[in-house]
């Protein structure tokens, strides 16, 4: 994949914990565990080069200088899925605003049918980060992003687990802007739309439906 928005994020703990998740035998209870396990090193490697201000600190002993994050940072979870990867990202950028998307395929077009959207209303001043676990023909994440974007979004991440090469190029096509980082690269796409070998749909592995 040469697409230069593409970030394949290589860790040891992130094949293990992405392991666990493709397994058909991880339960839910276990998948939402290491779904927010993982999502918390994805939260740490994708902040990496966020900005940071300094400040003043007193520690017991003397002044000395401290950070805070610069910008504002709003966490847009594609649902339902991206509900799973929420908490790992809030564990660790606890000062994150939360914005919902409500999207949903349609199993026959295989297009994103919308139901839903409540952001915060100031995003032109900060980063967005959608979070979606899956990014199978791209319609879902584009569609996201094009409501992030109308509502005043100008500087957007994606993070996802798992993106089949289709879905890289579609959201490479309508948004060149827009980094994606992901835990894998998959093969292929089934008739169907699902990832291959993929760990089937997320939303049904995160709830139990
Ligand atoms: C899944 C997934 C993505 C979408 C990816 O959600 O969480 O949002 O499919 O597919 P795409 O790249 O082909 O658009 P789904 O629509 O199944 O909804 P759900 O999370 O509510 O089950
Ligand atoms: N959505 C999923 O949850 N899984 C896939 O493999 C494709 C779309």
């Known amino acids: 994949m040469n697409q230069n928005n593409f970030i394949l994020l290589e860790h040891p703990l992130i094949k293990r914990d992405m392991t666990i998740l493709r397994d058909r035998q991880t339960a839910p209870e276990e998948f939402r565990m290491v779904l927010n ?20 600190v007193d ?34 950028i606890p000062e994150a605003k939360v914005g919902h998307i409500g999207l949903k395929r349609d199993e026959e077009t295989l297009n994103p049918i919308y139901y839903y959207y409540k952001a915060p209303v100031d995003l032109d001043k900060g980063i967005t ?9 791209g319609g879902s994440a584009a569609e996201a992003l094009n409501y992030l974007k109308e509502n005043g979004a100008k500087n957007i991440a994606l993070a996802c687990l798992v993106a089949a090469p289709e879905g890289v190029k579609k959201v490479s096509a309508c948004h060149s802007d827009v980094k994606i980082f992901c835990a894998a690269l998959d093969r292929q796409l089934n008739s169907k739309g699902y990832i291959l070998p993929g760990l089937g749909d997320a939303g049904d592995r995160i709830f139990g439906t």
């Open 37 to 56: 396990r993982i999502s918390r090193i994805l939260a740490v490697e994708i902040s990496k080069n966020f900005n940071v201000q300094e400040i003043n």
């Open 59 to 92: 520690t017991p002993l003397e002044k000395t200088k401290g950070y805070l994050l610069a910008d504002q940072i709003v966490l847009a979870p594609v649902l339902r899925a991206g509900l799973g990867m929420l908490n790992g990202f809030l564990e660790v």
């Open 129 to 137: 980060i959608v979070l979606d676990p899956m990014l199978a023909t």
